[in-house]
C-alpha cells in the first residue's frame, strides 16, 4: 500500500462521510495508524494537491484538506465501477471501438480500460455498457477522435469466446480468491485502532478489483465466477469493523484544532465504497 492510494482510500472511506474535510493533524494520525509516516503522508497530499485531486485549507497555522471536484468525480466513477450494472439485465449490445491511436497513447488505455474495455486486438475495444459521451469526450480531448470509428453491434452466439479474448478473467478469478483467502477468516477486531486498520486495508484491497474487473454483466460472467463470494466477505467484515473504525476516527476529531465546533454529522452513503457493498451480488444472474 502506498501512501497516495492509502490517503485516497482513506478520503473516499472516513472524510468524505464525516464532513468532507480532515485537518492535517487527523489525517496523519489516521496515516499512522497505517504505518505511515508524517513527512510521507505530507508529501503524498501536496502530490495530490498538485495534481488536483484535493485542496488545502489554511486557519491559523493549521491546515485541512477536502476533495476537489475533480477527486469527488473519481470517486463517483469508482463507485459506479464497484456496482455498475452488475445487477442489471444486459442490453445484449456490444460497444466496438477501433482506433489505431488509442493503442498508442497509455493515458487512452489506462481510461478505457478504467471505464470497462477490453481489448480486443491492438486497434479495437469492446465493451458491454452504454458510455455515453465518456468515449468521444475521451478521445477528443487527446485529439484522436478523428482516427476512430464507433459500432454498436447485437450479442452473437460467441460471447463468452469474446469476453475469453479481450478480458483475463482467469487473473481476475486469482485476484478474487487471493482476496477470499486474505479475508474470510479474518477476525473483527473490537479495539477501535485495529478496527479502522483493518477496515482501511479491507477496503485498499477491494479497490484493486477496480483496476481488474470490467464490470461485466451477469449474463456474461463464467460459471466458476468468485466475485459473488468475495462481495459478501467484503460486506460482512466491513460491517463487524464498521462502529469501531468510528469510534477511532471520532475520537482523533475531538483534538482537532475545531473540535468544540460542532461536527457535520455522518453520511455513509457518500462512501463510493460502502454504497457498494451489494455491488456484486450475481445471484439469480442468466444463463
Same mark, same amino acid.
Given at each position: 500500500?502506498?501512501?497516495?492510494?492509502?490517503?485516497?482510500?482513506?478520503?473516499?472511506?472516513?472524510?468524505?462521510?464525516?464532513?468532507?474535510?480532515?485537518?492535517?493533524?487527523?489525517?496523519?494520525?489516521?496515516?499512522?495508524?497505517?504505518?505511515?509516516?508524517?513527512?510521507?503522508?505530507?508529501?503524498?497530499?501536496?502530490?495530490?494537491?498538485?495534481?488536483?485531486?484535493?485542496?488545502?485549507?489554511?486557519?491559523?497555522?493549521?491546515?485541512?484538506?477536502?476533495? +476537489?471536484?475533480?477527486?469527488?468525480?473519481?470517486?463517483?466513477?469508482?463507485?459506479?465501477?464497484?456496482?455498475?450494472?452488475? +445487477?442489471?439485465?444486459?442490453?445484449?449490445?456490444?460497444?466496438?471501438?477501433?482506433?489505431?491511436?488509442?493503442?498508442?497513447?497509455?493515458?487512452?488505455?489506462?481510461?478505457?480500460?478504467?471505464?470497462?474495455?477490453?481489448?480486443?486486438?491492438?486497434?479495437?475495444?469492446?465493451?458491454?455498457?452504454?458510455?455515453?459521451?465518456?468515449?468521444?469526450?475521451?478521445?477528443a480531448a487527446r485529439g484522436i477522435d478523428g482516427d476512430a470509428t464507433r459500432v454498436v453491434a447485437e450479442r452473437t452466439d460467441h460471447d463468452d469466446a469474446i469476453v475469453r479474448r479481450a478480458w483475463d478473467l482467469a487473473e481476475l478469478?486469482?485476484?478474487?480468491?487471493?482476496?477470499?483467502?486474505?479475508?474470510?477468516?479474518?477476525?473483527?477486531?473490537?479495539?477501535?485502532?485495529?478496527?479502522?486498520?483493518?477496515?482501511?486495508?479491507?477496503?485498499?484491497?477491494?479497490?484493486?478489483?477496480?483496476?481488474?474487473?470490467?464490470?461485466?454483466?451477469?449474463?456474461?460472467?463464467?460459471?466458476?465466477?468468485?466475485?459473488?463470494?468475495?462481495?459478501g466477505c467484503f460486506r460482512a467484515l466491513y460491517e463487524a469493523v464498521d462502529a469501531g473504525a468510528w469510534r477511532f476516527y471520532e475520537a482523533l476529531t475531538t483534538t482537532a484544532p475545531t473540535a468544540d465546533v460542532e461536527p457535520p454529522?455522518?453520511?455513509?452513503?457518500?462512501?463510493?465504497?460502502?454504497?457498494?457493498?451489494?455491488?456484486?451480488?450475481?445471484?439469480?444472474?442468466?444463463?
Amino acid at each position: 500500500m502506498r501512501a497516495r492510494s492509502a490517503l485516497f482510500t482513506l478520503f473516499g472511506d472516513v472524510v468524505r462521510p464525516a464532513g468532507g474535510e480532515a485537518w492535517l493533524s487527523v489525517l496523519t494520525a489516521c496515516m499512522g495508524a497505517l504505518d505511515f509516516t508524517p513527512e510521507a503522508t505530507r508529501t503524498a497530499l501536496h502530490r495530490m494537491a498538485a495534481e488536483g485531486w484535493v485542496e488545502p485549507r489554511r486557519a491559523g497555522r493549521y491546515a485541512a484538506y477536502r476533495l +476537489t471536484a475533480a477527486g469527488v468525480t473519481r470517486l463517483e466513477e469508482a463507485a459506479a465501477r464497484i456496482y455498475r450494472l452488475r +445487477t442489471a439485465d444486459w442490453d445484449g449490445r456490444w460497444r466496438l471501438l477501433v482506433c489505431p491511436s488509442a493503442g498508442r497513447d497509455a493515458d487512452v488505455v489506462r481510461e478505457l480500460r478504467w471505464i470497462g474495455f477490453g481489448r480486443l486486438s491492438p486497434d479495437t475495444w469492446i465493451s458491454p455498457h452504454p458510455h455515453g459521451r465518456r468515449v468521444p469526450d475521451l478521445l477528443a480531448a487527446r485529439g484522436i477522435d478523428g482516427d476512430a470509428t464507433r459500432v454498436v453491434a447485437e450479442r452473437t452466439d460467441h460471447d463468452d469466446a469474446i469476453v475469453r479474448r479481450a478480458w483475463d478473467l482467469a487473473e481476475l478469478r486469482a485476484a478474487h480468491a487471493a482476496f477470499l483467502d486474505r479475508w474470510r477468516h479474518a477476525e473483527p477486531p473490537a479495539e477501535p485502532r485495529a478496527a479502522f486498520t483493518t477496515r482501511e486495508r479491507l477496503v485498499h484491497h477491494w479497490r484493486s478489483f477496480l483496476f481488474l474487473d470490467p464490470g461485466l454483466p451477469a449474463a456474461l460472467l463464467p460459471e466458476d465466477w468468485l466475485g459473488e463470494e468475495a462481495a459478501g466477505c467484503f460486506r460482512a467484515l466491513y460491517e463487524a469493523v464498521d462502529a469501531g473504525a468510528w469510534r477511532f476516527y471520532e475520537a482523533l476529531t475531538t483534538t482537532a484544532p475545531t473540535a468544540d465546533v460542532e461536527p457535520p454529522p455522518r453520511t455513509p452513503a457518500a462512501s463510493p465504497f460502502a454504497r457498494g457493498l451489494d455491488a456484486l451480488s450475481t445471484t439469480g444472474r442468466p444463463r
